[in-house]
T-cell receptor, first 114, second 115 residues
Framework: NAGVMQNPRHLVRRRGQEARLRCSPVKGHSHVYWYRQLPEEGLKFMVYLQKENIIDESGMPKERFSAEFPKEGPSILRIQQVVRGDSAAYFC????????????FGSGTRLTVV | AQTVTQSQPEMSVQEAETVTLSCTYDTSESDYYLFWYKQPPSRQMILVIRQEAYKQQNATENRFSVNFQKAAKSFSLKISDSQLGDAAMYFCAYRSSYNNNDMRFGAGTRLTVKP
């Protein structure tokens, strides 16, 4: 029974390129959350999705960032025209009910923008 | 807005000894959940322990226990009989019962275990 699967584990992009991060939640989980972690800091909420719907994107920058969780397939966090400040670890988490249970986290994708 | 504060950036403990990590939070809500997560060098976020605010009894998971003081908005983690494998970053987190979207994390405490 796989947990939350994120890929790639490491991603290097040049400034101006697009970064695409994938997250497959725990089987049966319909709630997906994306968090960003800067070095030596805690996780900062970005976006919360349920199947085919964005529920809350209040933590996600309005420009260049987008997220989706299609009916079939993984959730995708897309960052267009990356800049050095986008370098961080991006974590995906999933839960079954969204009602106070702890999240199951993936191992994260470390994005480095050069 | 809810905030979570971990005032100890780093802590160290001798193997087999006990250590307590501090966490305070700020909220106007009466019903919520609190968590401690462990993040080893592998970066995996591992749930250590969970506490529901409406429960007065402190949660316990084997060597891990919490001291939940609701009035003081304090939620400390005690690790007993520390092991080398306990070395990691520990994050305290708050989750509202009213807004399930958003788990708020503290900045973390790096725990070192000395053999």
């Amino acid at each position: 029974n796989a947990g939350v699967m994120q890929n790639p584990r490491h991603l290097v992009r040049r400034r101006g390129q697009e970064a695409r991060l994938r997250c497959s939640p725990v089987k049966g989980h319909s709630h997906v959350y994306w968090y960003r972690q800067l070095p030596e800091e805690g996780l900062k909420f970005m976006v919360y999705l349920q199947k085919e719907n964005i529920i809350d994107e209040s933590g996600m920058p309005k420009e260049r960032f987008s997220a989706e969780f299609p009916k079939e397939g993984p959730s995708i966090l897309r960052i267009q025209q990356v800049v050095r400040g986008d370098s961080a670890a991006y974590f995906c988490a999933s839960s079954s009910t969204g009602q106070g249970d702890g999240y199951t986290f993936g191992s994260g994708t470390r994005l480095t923008v050069v | 807005a809810q905030t979570v504060t971990q005032s100890q950036p780093e802590m160290s403990v001798q193997e087999a000894e006990t250590v307590t990590l501090s966490c305070t939070y700020d909220t106007s809500e009466s019903d919520y959940y609190l968590f401690w997560y462990k993040q080893p060098p592998s970066r995996q976020m591992i749930l250590v322990i969970r506490q529901e605010a409406y429960k007065q009894q402190n949660a316990t998971e084997n060597r891990f226990s919490v001291n939940f003081q609701k009035a003081a908005k304090s939620f400390s983690l005690k690790i007993s009989d520390s092991q080398l494998g306990d070395a990691a970053m520990y994050f305290c987190a708050y989750r509202s019962s009213y807004n399930n979207n958003d788990m708020r994390f503290g900045a973390g405490t790096r725990l070192t275990v000395k053999p």
